[in-house]
Each structure stands twice: as structure tokens, then as C-alpha cells.
């Protein structure tokens, strides 16, 4: 049987992240099962095991694109702003980045409980963190009191998070949840 070229294999694992990613978030990395994740991505176990080694490994990999997936979109929504707006920009987008699809729960539900405390504070550090403690240095925090705003910021909106995501037909929550984000950013900045 011919092998697979390099640019089908590589379809294959984005296919089975893609996969994995949806079914982590509608289950649960408990429920989840390898199976049903082979199953839906149309391929075998083996393939799975293949291209993630095991039912952590794919997590840890959904997780770091999830987180990705987050921080790109802070980036996108703060190019061309001066500090302040991006700073507010981007923690707008990333409430809406996180909670869209899979990235509440595989994030914030399983992350912690899956991945050690430490690579999910490694994993948050290296995306949305570091968005959040350039823009807050960007807007004038000075350096002694900047990494604990960062922490500080970063574990509100991450809550905040959470709240928004338990209600998902509440049409006012997201309302909520934005104006209590900019409470937080007027203190934050002294508006």
C-alpha cells in the first residue's frame, strides 16, 4: 500500500484536530473517545495514535491551537490601534475568541484538569497572556506591578469566560458580560 505524501498526511492530522476539537468540547476530554474521534475524521485508531500519540497528546494539541486560534484573534482585532483602543479591543476579542466554539471548554474546563497546572499556565502565558501584558505595557503599566495585572486581568476575563459560556441562551449575557469587561478595563486604565 503506497504511503501517504507529506501534504496528505498533514491534511489528515489538521482533519483529525478539527474533529477532535468538536468533540473534546461537546463531551468533555473524559467522555471523549478515540474511537468516535477516528470514527468522525473518516480515518483509523492507528491514524490517530499516528499523528498525536495518545488521547492526552491530541488534547494538549487541540488545546495549543485553541489557544492559537485565541490569540490570533486579539491580534487581528488590535492592528492598527493606538495602545488604549487595543488594549479594549483586544479584551473584547478575546471573550468572543474564547467562547466561540470548542475554546471555553477545552481551555477552561478540561485544560487545567488535563494538562498539568503548569503547561496550561505555560500554554495561556505563551498566547492570550502575553497579548494581554503587551497591551497593558503598551498603555502605560509600569514594569513593577505589570505581571501581577497581567495574572490579575487575565484570571477575570478567563472567569468571566466561564460565566458567559454557562449561559449559552441567555441573549443578554454577552451584554453583561462586554460591559462588565469594560468596567474593568476603565479601572484598569483610569477612564
Known amino acids: 500500500m503506497p ?81 488604549e483602543p487595543a488594549l479594549r479591543v483586544g479584551s473584547h476579542a478575546f471573550l468572543d475568541a474564547i467562547t466561540a466554539g470548542a475554546a471555553a471548554r477545552v481551555l477552561l474546563v478540561d485544560g487545567p484538569a488535563v494538562l498539568s497546572w503548569e503547561d496550561w499556565r505555560r500554554l495561556d502565558a505563551d498566547g492570550p497572556a502575553a497579548e494581554l501584558r503587551t497591551g497593558l505595557a503598551e498603555a502605560g503599566v509600569a514594569a513593577p506591578g505589570l505581571d501581577a495585572l497581567t495574572a490579575a486581568l487575565s484570571g477575570a476575563m478567563n472567569e468571566l469566560a466561564l460565566w458567559l459560556s454557562e449561559r449559552p441562551t441567555d441573549a443578554a449575557a454577552r451584554g453583561y458580560a462586554h460591559d462588565a469587561l469594560d468596567r474593568l478595563l476603565d479601572a484598569v486604565l483610569g477612564s
Open 3 to 83: 504511503r501517504a505524501s507529506a501534504a496528505e498526511a498533514a491534511a489528515t492530522a489538521r482533519r483529525i484536530l478539527s474533529v477532535a476539537a468538536e468533540h473534546f468540547s461537546a463531551h468533555g476530554y473524559a467522555a471523549a473517545s478515540v474511537d468516535d474521534i477516528a470514527r468522525a475524521a473518516d480515518v483509523t485508531r492507528g491514524a490517530v495514535y499516528h499523528h498525536y500519540s495518545s488521547k492526552p497528546g491530541l488534547f494538549a494539541a487541540v488545546a495549543r491551537a485553541q489557544q492559537q486560534e485565541v490569540a490570533d484573534a486579539i491580534v487581528a482585532a488590535t492592528e492598527g490601534s493606538g495602545p
